[in-house]
């Protein structure tokens, strides 16, 4: 399994034959150095309806044919855009042809402004388990610092994590370390960071560098294979 970090909490995924892409903002997205136009993919997973995760999902589905796999009500949502949707919920999982998805609680909101000012419910937040190749990848979305990170850890056993470590809407870093020290993967990266003054941090000093070897930061466009 190949991951690309793509800056802010977007990853692009390659498993064999498939892309899947998690939380896909790329306009607007100041640490991104692609294009929509350059994005292929057959599946999209979404954590929350906020705005910049959902980025431009329905664009990219619509060029792509891409699946798009969310919570209930976001999924619902981005079908009402025309996309082809599979809507699943927290605690719920799938196997699919191109790996398994888990839906995981996280402590956040959700909600989609639309270009007019119209903010849309889009149900609970989430964290996704994305399995494939017998490869786990614990991606926790935005969040809040929980305790059931811990079973995350025990049962799930993921083979890497990424997780927010900007503060302000999300765990920081203080928090984030407890986090990556409960669910215990093998490598953690920083993600949800420096896209926006209010979440600006040095990940390398106040993060990566504390989790030694465990620990590691990915610029954008780089890729780490798990």
């Not at 990219?60 to 949502?77: G, M, Q």
């Not at 191109?98 to 419910?121: I, L, N, P, R």
Request: glycine share 10%; net charge negative; aromatic share 8%.
């Amino acid at each position: 399994m190949k991951v690309t970090y793509h800056g802010h909490s977007v990853l692009e995924i390659q498993t064999g034959e498939h892309s899947v892409w998690i939380d896909p903002f790329i306009n607007g997205n100041g640490q991104c150095k692609i294009s929509v136009e350059d994005v292929k993919a057959d599946v999209i997973l979404l954590t929350h309806g906020h705005n910049d995760h959902v980025g431009d999902t329905v664009e990219i589905a619509k060029k792509n044919n891409s699946l798009v796999v969310a919570p209930f009500e976001l999924a619902n949502y981005i079908a009402s855009k025309g996309v082809e949707t599979h809507p699943m919920h927290i605690g719920g999982s799938r196997k699919f042809s191109w790996g398994k998805v888990k839906f995981t609680q996280a402590f956040h909101g959700s909600s989609y402004e639309e270009e007019d000012g119209t903010v849309v419910y889009t149900g609970m937040p989430a964290g996704i388990l994305f399995s494939s190749d017998n490869k786990t990848l614990y991606h926790a979305g935005d969040t809040a610092l929980f305790s059931d990170m811990k079973m995350i850890g025990e049962l799930e056993k993921p083979d890497a994590a990424f997780l927010p470590i900007g503060d302000n809407f999300t765990m920081g870093p203080e928090d984030a370390l407890i986090a990556a020290k409960w669910i215990g993967a093998p490598i953690t990266v920083p993600i949800h960071y420096n896209t926006f003054p209010p979440i600006e941090q040095d990940p390398e000093s106040s993060f990566v560098s504390k989790l030694g070897s465990k620990g590691k930061v990915l610029q954008s466009g780089e890729s780490l294979n798990i």
